[in-house]
């Protein structure tokens, strides 16, 4: 849809628009195929996203009544002001320009550590939400994590990444190795919550003292840790194991308000095993990204994806054969 097809359809569906002087910018962000344009009201001041999708992908036509259920359930997410869906156009909140990733650099106890303290907060209340006791207005979501998707990230990895970048011999002795049969196996056998399944830095907008969700229309049933390891093991920002260690220790607090019986060895086992499968699903997705669609700058976070995949494969609960491929 060309800029000015949005321009027009602003003005239709918002009266208080019709008239004003309307300023568009693009905004870039991520690989997910879809165009978000910041709106602004020149008479009002007023700023909202204009958010259009193709019908590539099935999971962006699910944002909208994702974000109802998120909005019903007092999950921060933005709000949607208007709705074209036969279009595949929404009018949503404008959450701002700042997310966790953009605080790099700021002190750790007065800016990132609040941050991140709010947003483990903010998907906690996705995580209370489990699969044995589904609320009725649940609505419909991807595919659950189970053995095939946990099996379809392990091999996304192997043949985006692995192949394309270490050699078809390694890919194949990995898919032959009982470790990452083990891995899915295992992960797969657990009780799952919501997750948000794709909680990076760049997916969380930081308001003051607030954050909230965005880019969560892949939400569906799975681990929570898979998400904690998504967000503090996350390729596209830093952390001293000193604060990461008190990214865990936080969440960890969250889950005994509600479990105090939690095991702090098997959650950092679990946590680990999550850590594994969630960086392999990275490295795949930087690999197709890169090499598929010609992303080129997804390239740059290869490196740090599997420094921490090594790293983590080491420790208990990770999967030693990854750090022995990895490392040649």
């Known amino acids: 849809m060309e800029l000015e097809e949005i321009k027009s359809l602003t003005r239709k569906n918002f009266p208080d628009w019709s008239d004003a002087h309307l300023g568009m910018s693009v905004i870039e962000k991520g690989g997910s195929g879809r165009i978000f344009v910041r709106m602004r009201n020149g008479e009002t001041g007023q700023n909202m996203i204009a958010m259009q999708w193709s019908d590539d992908r099935p999971d ?29 156009l929404l009018w949503v909140e404008d959450l701002g320009e700042i997310d966790l990733g953009n605080l790099d650099g700021q002190d750790w106890d007065t800016f990132r550590k609040p941050a991140y303290f709010s947003a483990l907060r903010s998907v906690f209340l996705l995580h209370r939400i489990t699969e044995n006791e589904a609320p009725d207005d649940l609505p419909e979501l991807e595919l659950s994590f189970d053995e095939a998707l946990y099996e379809w990230e392990q091999n996304y990895f192997l043949e985006h990444y692995v192949e394309r970048f270490l050699s078809r011999e390694v890919a194949d ?65 830093v952390f ?35 850590a594994s499968q969630r960086l392999m699903q990275a490295l795949g997705a930087y690999g197709f990204l890169s090499e598929v669609k010609g992303k080129d700058e997804f390239l740059n976070f290869i490196p740090v994806a599997i420094d921490r995949l090594v790293v983590i494969s080491e420790s208990p609960g990770g999967v030693k054969v990854l750090a022995e491929a990895l490392r040649g």
């Open 60 to 88: 962006n036509a699910r944002f909208a009544s994702i974000t109802d259920f998120l909005n019903r359930h007092d999950i921060p997410a933005p709000k949607i002001y208007n709705r074209a869906e036969d279009l595949n």
């Open 173 to 237: 002795s990995l898919r032959a190795d009982e470790s990452l049969r083990t891995l899915r196996k295992e992960l797969s056998a657990l009780p799952r919550a919501l997750v948000h399944r794709d909680f990076q830095s760049t997916n969380v907008m930081v308001s003051g003292a607030d954050t909230s969700l965005i880019d969560y229309q892949g939400l569906r049933w799975g681990l929570p840790e898979y998400d904690l390891a998504s967000l503090i093991y996350d390729p596209y920002t």
């Open 240 to 274: 001293t194991p000193e604060e990461r260690e008190d990214l865990i220790e936080y969440y960890i607090s969250l889950k005994r308000e509600i479990d105090p019986e939690t095991c702090e060895i098997s959650f950092r086992k679990l946590l680990a095993q999550s």
